[in-house]
Structures are given as structure tokens and as C-alpha cells.
């Protein structure tokens, strides 16, 4: 079976550019976590869903960045307009719901760089 | 609050010998889950282990094992005959029955010597 899938796997923008990351969780899995990752704040939960539902965006940094999960295969997170301080890792995870020891199956991660 | 404490940023151990990684948490669930993942220098996250708060015996995956002291709240995570390829970020984490998110350590550095 197929991970989760992230792209692009690098990105370096200049400031002020819009940024789209994009993620493909398991097939079947109800929860979709993005996550950002810095070596002065660890790891950061941005957002979640349930069912493509977002239920919890308190991570969420600023209006700059927002999340959609138009499908059960599908999510995007994107920063308008980015800035140096987004520079970052960005990992989206999923697990199914039944799942009884709710583990996150991570993505490889899209490394940002912005200029 | 939930909390998670790693207190061992970086760890230096030799190869072959046996690792214990620290971790402490605070919850005020009755039931909850602990986990322990691994980041190598390439970045992916991999699962390792987990421990259910009501399981009665240590979780053990091949040479990892979680040696879980509920009463002291710890969860600390031994790799028996350690190899180079353990060389990595480990990093501890735990869900609450009250929320679905995972709280997260601020990690430990693990390098193996050979």
C-alpha cells in the first residue's frame, strides 16, 4: 500500500509568493493532521480533519495560511503571502479512525525555504 | 494540560550497546497512549512503538521496548545492541482520550558510535 504522499518534496519561494503544499493520505484513513516542523519550535499541529471536516485549526499560525480537504484523497495547505519565518518542515499524516492505538502515518515531508 | 518532557537532547552511545531514552509525561486522563517515533537525517517520521496506559505488560517491537512506569509517568524507550542506522532523532509522544492530536517531545539526538 501506497504512504502518504507529499509534494513537492522541496520548495524555495521568495517572500511574498503564494505556496501550495499537497497531500495524499492512505486510502481510508479519516484523519488528516498537518504538522510543521522547526528546530525552535519542534513539532507544530496546524490543522486537522475528520472526514475532510477541518476540526481543529488552532495551530493555525495567521490568516496567511489556510487548509482545505476538498475530498477524502486530497488536502492542501497553502501561505499567502509566505515569509522567511514560514521556512520550515511541513509533514501531513493520517490514520483511520478505528485504529486503537492511533498512531500517525507520516508523509515524507516538503521542505520550504522562503527567501 | 498534557505535557511531554525529553530531557537528553543529544545521547552519544556505542555501537552495540544498549540505549535508554528518557521520557516523562503529565496527563490528567485515565486513559491514554504513548508512542515513540524516529527521525533519521533523511526527515521521514517512522512509528517505532506504542503503550497503551491500561496495557499491564511493556511493549516490545524486536530491539525496541518501552519500559512504562505509570506511577512514576514515564515512558522511556530502550533499543537493545544498538546499530549505526539507530543513529537519529527520537521523539516521544502521547494522545489523550480527550483529544485526537498527538503532544509531542522536543526530542532526543541519538549517535551511535561505531
Known amino acids: 500500500d501506497a504512504g502518504v504522499i507529499q509534494s513537492p518534496r522541496h520548495e524555495v519561494t521568495e517572500m511574498g509568493q503564494e505556496v501550495t503544499l499537497r497531500c495524499k493520505p492512505i486510502?481510508?484513513?479519516?484523519?488528516l493532521f498537518w504538522y510543521r516542523q522547526t528546530m525552535m519550535r519542534g513539532l507544530e499541529l496546524l490543522i486537522y480533519?475528520?472526514?475532510?471536516?477541518?476540526?481543529?485549526d488552532s495551530g493555525m499560525p495567521e490568516d496567511r495560511f489556510s487548509a482545505k480537504m476538498p475530498n477524502a484523497s486530497f488536502s492542501t495547505l497553502k501561505i499567502q503571502p509566505s515569509e522567511p519565518r514560514d521556512s520550515a518542515v511541513y509533514f501531513c499524516?493520517?490514520?483511520?479512525?478505528?485504529?486503537?492505538?492511533?498512531?500517525?502515518?507520516f508523509g515524507e515531508g516538503s521542505r520550504l525555504t522562503v527567501l | 494540560a498534557q505535557k511531554i518532557t525529553q530531557t537528553q537532547p543529544g545521547m552519544f552511545v556505542q555501537e552495540k550497546e544498549a540505549v535508554t531514552l528518557d521520557c516523562t509525561y503529565d496527563?490528567?486522563?485515565?486513559?491514554?497512549?504513548l508512542f515513540w517515533y524516529k527521525q533519521p537525517s533523511s526527515g521521514e517520521m517512522i512509528f517505532l512503538i506504542y503503550?497503551?496506559?491500561?496495557d499491564e505488560q511493556n511493549a516490545t517491537e524486536g530491539r525496541y521496548s518501552l519500559n512504562f512506569q505509570k506511577a512514576r509517568k514515564s515512558a522511556n524507550l530502550v533499543i537493545s545492541a544498538s546499530q549505526l542506522g539507530d543513529s537519529a532523532m527520537y521523539f516521544c509522544?502521547?494522545?489523550?482520550?480527550?483529544?485526537?492530536?498527538?503532544?509531542w517531545g522536543a526530542g532526543t539526538k541519538l549517535i551511535i558510535k561505531p
Open positions: 499524516a493520517s490514520r483511520p479512525g478505528q485504529l486503537p492505538t492511533g498512531e500517525l502515518f
Open positions: 486510502s481510508g484513513h479519516d484523519y
Open positions: 480533519f475528520n472526514n475532510n471536516v477541518p476540526i481543529d
Open positions: 496527563t490528567s486522563d485515565q486513559s491514554y497512549g
Open positions: 503503550q497503551g496506559s491500561y
Open positions: 509522544a502521547m494522545r489523550g482520550d480527550s483529544n485526537y492530536q498527538l503532544i
